[in-house]
């Protein structure tokens, strides 16, 4: 059974610095028995990165939507699963305003990182969570899941402007967390095959970009945002669709 000290060297294993910005997409269930169960995972984590930035996504695009476009701050589950959601009411965790794609942080500037984040109009914008991450070469953990759970890889389809990828502005009713009530417009991710980011986890790997880990008993994918972003990117250029197919690309990262 793994506990806070196994955890925490498996951290240290994948080279994490403390001071690092890291984002974790997580299966609980694939990380497997821990001593002191979820609250011990999260813990770990906190007291690991405290000199850092520690993030978790916040996703609440299936509830706050078009027909139901209201989004509180404070109350609106995520829907990412059971680490996310408890991390989200964390004592002093502070959740992003994007009424789909909010992200929680926990860390000395986590108000100044999500603070902007409604303020784009679209799930990734430039003033996004998810566009800092880049900005700060975020450590980006898939702990027991694979690049079909990235939303990363959503924003890089973004900031590379994919044909279709961005749905119409939906006029959102946000409570915020003083309680007071506004409205924002603001975009959902559309037409965006997130079940086929699998196609570049192989280039990745023979390109040095990806490294294969273990937290507790879940195979991690460690991988580093500008990295990510600039392989992708590069192959969005050379195919805008690259994402619409589910062949295997060939060693060279192209599609064939």
């Known amino acids: 059974m793994a506990d806070t000290t196994?955890?925490?060297?498996?951290?240290?294993?994948?080279?994490?610095?403390?001071?690092?910005?890291?984002?974790?997409?997580?299966?609980?269930?694939?990380?497997g028995p821990v001593e002191g169960g979820a609250q011990a995972?999260?813990?770990?984590?906190?007291?690991?990165?405290?000199?850092g930035l520690l993030c978790f996504p916040a996703l609440s695009w299936t509830t706050?939507?078009?027909d139901q476009p209201l989004f509180?701050?404070?109350r609106t589950p995520s829907i990412v699963g059971l680490l996310?959601?408890?991390?989200?009411?964390?004592?002093?965790?502070?959740?992003?305003w994007n009424p789909t794609h909010s992200m929680s942080a926990l860390g000395a500037d986590a108000a100044a990182f999500t603070a902007r984040d409604h303020e784009s109009g679209t799930p990734c914008g430039p003033h996004s969570s998810w566009h800092q991450l880049m900005e700060r070469d975020a450590a980006i953990l898939m702990v027991g899941c694979d690049l079909t759970s990235c939303t990363f890889l959503h924003g890089v389809e973004e900031w590379c402007e994919v044909p279709g990828r961005i749905g119409p502005p939906v006029r959102f009713r946000l409570i915020l967390p003083d309680g007071s009530e506004r409205a924002l417009d603001s975009a959902a991710h559309s037409d965006a095959p997130s079940e086929n980011y699998w196609r570049v986890e192989a280039g990745l790997a023979r390109a040095g970009l990806l490294r294969y880990a273990r937290f507790g008993q879940a195979r991690t994918l460690v991988l580093r945002a500008r990295t990510l972003y600039a392989y992708t990117a590069g192959r969005l250029h050379d195919n805008p669709r690259l994402f619409d197919d589910d062949e295997p690309l060939s060693p060279d990262g192209t599609a064939g």
């Open 84 to 96: 996310p959601e408890m991390f989200r009411q964390r004592p002093g965790v502070v959740r992003s």
């Open 6 to 31: 196994s955890l925490t060297q498996d951290l240290r294993d994948m080279g994490l610095q403390q001071t690092d910005t890291v984002l974790l997409h997580t299966s609980m269930k694939r990380i």
């Open 41 to 51: 995972v999260l813990d770990t984590l906190a007291a690991y990165f405290r000199p």
């Open 64 to 66: 706050a939507r078009m």
């Open 72 to 74: 509180d701050v404070r």
